[in-house]
């Protein structure tokens, strides 16, 4: 199975949380479970991300939220319209994110972020995302993503 940020062509691909373009980026991959309607992803923080030794920055935790909610979101909308994002590449950017930290986050094992869409209407998606490590839920997350259809930021 492919990942969903892999279907974004080349002039989307230089996001710092998810574009396989950006030479420093988190290179995020978020799979799509269409029986369960439901994303995946994981993610191994480095020592670098920390905020106090032993737990991860939380920075970082909201930007493997965001970035997941993105891909969740055109994942869902394709789902929910019977489109195959391999030939209509859906644009998601985020007009709203919201982290809460429920608890420290370790730093060393694999993160896993599990998403589902909560609504999808229009060009709007609202996506709740969880972060897990091991069987702690560390942080829960929802962000409203919008589709653009034209340019960005013009
Ligand atoms: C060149 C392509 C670049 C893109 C790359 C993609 C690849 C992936 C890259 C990964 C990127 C990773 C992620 C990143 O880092 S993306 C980078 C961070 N995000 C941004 O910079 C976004 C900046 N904002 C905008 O461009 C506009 O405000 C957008 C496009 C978001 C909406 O402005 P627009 O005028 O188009 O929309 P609308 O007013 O018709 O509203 C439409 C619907 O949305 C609802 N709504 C709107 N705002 C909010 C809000 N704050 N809270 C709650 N809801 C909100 C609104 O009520 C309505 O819903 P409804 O009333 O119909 O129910």
């Known amino acids: 199975m492919k990942a969903i940020q892999l279907h974004y062509p080349p002039e989307w691909a230089h996001c710092y949380g998810c574009g396989y373009l950006n030479p420093m980026g988190l290179h995020l991959q978020t799979y799509w479970n269409r029986e369960r309607k439901e994303s995946r992803t994981a993610f191994t923080p480095s020592p670098h991300h920390t905020a106090i030794p032993g737990f991860v920055y939380g920075g970082l935790l909201a930007s493997l939220v965001d970035c997941h909610a993105t891909a969740t979101a055109a994942a869902a909308k394709a789902d929910a319209e019977g489109l195959d994002l391999e030939k ?17 986050t370790p730093l060393g094992p694999e993160l896993v972020l599990v998403g589902r869409a909560r609504e999808v209407k229009g060009r709007k998606v609202v ?22 259809t034209e340019g960005f930021g013009g």
């Open 88 to 104: 209509t590449p859906l644009r998601f950017v985020t007009a709203s994110l919201k982290v809460d930290y429920l608890k420290p």
């Open 127 to 148: 996506v709740e995302a969880e972060v897990y490590a091991g069987e702690a839920l560390t942080v829960r997350g929802e962000a409203v993503l919008v589709q653009i």
